[in-house]
């Protein structure tokens, strides 16, 4: 399955390519370490739209250790992120353990807090942990283009149609540690759906 994401980083590479891009951030993304969050739905195009902010890419994703979260987690490493393997399904305290280390190492980490099985546009409790344990700030990622397929799965997956346009919104850096958990959590959720479809 090693060709799996070599076509798929082609695909990536090819519908970002033909696509207008729409950047819509009030301040350059932050130097320091941040915890970038976007849907499950809308993963497709995040390492592009990472890249376009910092590139090289200093950044690891939180990725589910499933079959198919192999297979974006290779897709993913074509552009050079790095990969942590786990989930908030499975072995979360590992997950978590490693997202904390590399924070604190500088890295910033990429998660869906919907992943890697649902429910959809619901968050777990990881980025709000890892939040809460390093002091560090989540920025939420939409990524919404103006044309698009969408798949019949849990996560109704975004695939844009070339030749269209597609938003990237990044929000300013937030502050989740003075939010109880159910606080942030409802933050997130309505965060990442300013934009929605």
């Known amino acids: 399955m ?8 082609l695909l990536i590479r090819f519908l970002y390519m033909t696509n207008k891009k729409e950047f819509h951030t009030n301040n350059p993304l932050p130097e ?18 990472y890249l376009h902010y910092k590139n090289p890419p ?20 074509k552009f050079g992120l790095e990969i942590i393997a786990g989930s908030s399904n499975k072995n979360a305290a ?3 353990i490693q997202a904390i280390k590399a924070l604190k190492e500088g890295y910033d980490i990429g998660i869906t807090p919907d992943g890697p099985r649902g429910p959809r546009h619901k968050a777990s409790d990881g980025v709000i942990s890892m939040a809460h344990k390093t002091g560090k700030k989540v920025i939420l990622v939409e990524i919404r283009p103006e044309s698009y397929w969408q798949l019949n799965s849990w996560d109704k ?41």
């Open 157 to 197: 997956f975004v695939i844009p149609k070339p030749f269209g346009t597609i938003h990237f919104y990044y929000t300013d850096p937030i502050e989740l540690t003075s939010m109880k958990v159910e606080e942030a959590r409802n933050f997130i959720e309505k965060g990442l759906l300013v934009h929605e479809y």
């Open 32 to 49: 320091e370490a941040t915890i970038y969050a976007c849907w499950h739905g809308d993963l497709l195009m995040f390492a592009h739209s």
């Open 2 to 9: 090693v060709v799996v994401p070599f076509l798929g980083s």
């Open 94 to 96: 590992r997950v978590l």
């Open 58 to 77: 200093h950044v690891k994703a939180v990725i589910s250790s499933h079959f198919d979260g192999s297979l974006i987690a290779g897709t993913l490493q």
